[in-house]
């Protein structure tokens, strides 16, 4: 079990992008196609406009003075600390999906051949969630140093979003994709069989919504195998303490675990913290990171429409639900918290956050369905009193700031320029970001500038020359962080570190045993809408 001992943790791992327009676009690029179609426009935008300037020429990212005289917050010992870290279409009908699932399923039930080759190097991959991210990931499996690598399975709960990330894996990787009918799984159960098609020290990828990262990850490590997940991991109390306790089991049996935090694989965020915890800028005072842009992904959603089940819509929409993703919250924001806590060198014990519902209805003047609120403005403190102001905002019109930032005694640092770890990191002497300040700019071999490519690097590195790896608690604790944020905003009241934790409220509770016939664990009113935070009114959970 976690404790608030075991917090405060070096968080010694990983380091990013020095990319220029080529791999921002590229990153953009695999992210859009996990937006429904009319969601596009708004990255394809930010792609034109951040990704086509070279990183030199994208807007200082320091633009929002939050003033120092805010910093010095009351300092309280929460937690006292010292453990060492090891380290659609959306048409799709209920009926399409059961019909396929159940054909390739059936014929996969027959038998689940064996794919590796005894006293091979091969390192088997197996993709379940074949998204944005899902191709993306296992496009980076397939691109390592070291290997060979191989994708041979993969798992999906909609037989469109497999082929398409089939096809396009196989086009690019023709000899290293090997997934035949019969190794193609779809359903709830698919995740099993994918694995099942897999050797001990074989590497699976979780790129589903979070809410199934407990599930999946449990049985990996009943199989022995290697995992590189996505973030975020958890979205509430009762997974946080279960995910804790797998990562522990992982490392017991020497499996690597790699987490989708690919800040940490920057190397010009890895080498601003060595900077930074060898005190260039001082002691942090305070830290800012700003997400703002126009709704994006699943921000928002409409009444679910005939066709198929809440279930299924909730699971594809999982940005707007809670349960599913931690929200926009969770899924946009994590990156950010999570350079700026390693850049300080430990967690926030606590936040207190606003935030609101303000334009929820479409231009047909249809109710937006979706929990998010559009903006999120969270003070959170450090056990030594320091502030990390964060500000979120999935609004149009408005002014777009998307990067982070720190300062301290000595002077300030911005960690990512633009967007979620984009280089260059920098150092500055006093607390203005200007050319005549600038102490230090970051510079990244060629071949490191993407921190997805990195992460996987890293991690088949690790999982090749036998080495620990396991990034679970650092994953788990920069998702709590976010949901200690999040909650402190839906319910109006400050949120602590371990209430966060200890929280009661399992957001999905049964999981593990959905079908297609299983009721969503948010239900819709009569006009389709489905539970709303309440700040103020519903404190002790969210909704
Ligand atoms: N590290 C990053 O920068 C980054 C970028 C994008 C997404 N992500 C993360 O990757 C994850 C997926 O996001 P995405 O944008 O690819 O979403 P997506 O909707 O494009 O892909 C998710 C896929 O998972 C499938 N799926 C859902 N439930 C499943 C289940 N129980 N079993 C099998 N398949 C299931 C869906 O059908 C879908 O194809 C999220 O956790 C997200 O936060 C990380």
């Not at 989708?260 to 080498?271: D, F, I, N, P, V």
């Not at 519902?357 to 403190?381: C, L, M, P, W």
Request: aromatic residues 10%; charged residues 20%; neutral net charge.
């Amino acid at each position: 079990m976690y404790s608030a001992s075991d917090k405060k943790t070096p968080l010694q791992y990983g380091s990013a992008v020095s990319g220029g327009p080529a791999i921002f676009k590229e990153i953009l690029v695999v992210y859009t196609e996990t937006f429904a179609p009319a969601q596009r426009g708004f990255i394809l935008s930010n792609a034109t406009s951040i990704g086509s300037q070279p990183p030199e020429a994208r807007p200082v990212a320091v633009r929002h003075g939050a003033s120092l005289a805010r910093i010095l917050g009351n300092y309280d010992t929460l937690v006292s600390t010292e453990a060492p870290m090891n380290s659609s279409p959306d048409s799709t009908s209920r009926r399409e999906f059961i019909k396929t699932g159940a054909a390739i399923s059936a014929l996969a039930n027959v038998a689940i051949p064996a794919v590796h080759a005894a006293g091979s190097d091969l390192i088997q991959i197996a993709l379940v969630g074949c998204g944005g991210r899902g191709g993306g990931a296992a496009a980076n499996a397939l691109s390592v140093k070291r290997g060979p690598v191989k994708l041979v399975a993969m798992a999906d709960l909609f037989p469109e979003r497999l082929a398409g990330d089939l096809n396009k894996l196989q086009r690019q990787f023709q000899s290293q994709v090997d997934v035949p009918p019969d190794r193609q799984f779809l359903g709830f159960d698919a995740y099993k069989k994918a694995m099942d098609c897999l050797k001990p020290g074989d590497v699976v990828i979780f790129a589903t919504p979070p809410a199934f990262r407990w599930v999946h990850f449990t049985y990996a490590i009943q199989k022995g195998l290697n995992v590189f997940m996505e973030k975020p991991l958890t979205a509430d109390g009762p997974t946080s303490q279960r995910m804790f306790a797998l990562g522990q089991q992982a490392s017991a049996k020497n499996l690597k675990v790699g987490v989708g935090l690919m800040s940490r694989h920057s190397r010009a965020l890895q080498e601003l913290a060595d900077r930074v915890h060898n005190g260039e800028v001082g002691e942090i005072i305070l830290q800012r990171g700003y997400r703002m842009h126009g709704p994006g992904g699943y921000f928002l959603s409409l009444p679910k429409p005939a066709g198929i089940s809440d279930l299924l819509y909730q699971i594809k929409r999982f940005h707007s639900f809670v349960w599913a993703s931690g929200g926009c919250f969770n899924d946009f924001y994590i990156h950010l918290i999570d350079q700026l806590g390693w850049m300080k060198n430990e967690w926030p014990v606590k936040a207190q956050a606003l935030g609101g519902r303000h334009y929820k209805v479409s231009s047909e003047g249809i109710a937006y369905v979706d929990q998010n609120f559009d903006n999120y403005s969270v003070e959170y403190t450090y056990a030594d009193g320091s502030k990390f102001f964060f500000d979120g905002r999935c609004m149009n019109g408005c002014e777009e700031i998307y990067t982070s930032c720190l300062h301290g005694t000595k002077g300030m640092a911005i960690a990512s320029k633009s967007g979620d770890c984009g280089a260059p990191s920098s150092l500055y002497k006093g607390q203005t970001a200007n050319a005549g300040n600038l102490l230090w700019e970051s510079k990244v071999n060629p071949d490191e500038t993407d921190p997805y490519q990195n992460e996987w690097n890293d991690l088949i590195d690790a999982i090749s020359d036998d080495k620990p790896y396991n990034e679970v608690k650092r994953g788990v604790e920069a998702s709590l962080v976010s949901s200690m944020g999040r909650m402190a905003a839906h319910t109006g009241r400050e949120i602590t570190f371990n209430q966060m934790l200890n929280c009661e409220h399992d957001m999905a509770p049964g999981i593990e045993k959905f079908t297609v016939d299983s009721p969503a664990p948010l239900l819709a009113d009569a006009n389709g809408r489905y539970p709303l935070p309440q700040p103020g009114i519903i404190t002790a959970r969210e909704y």
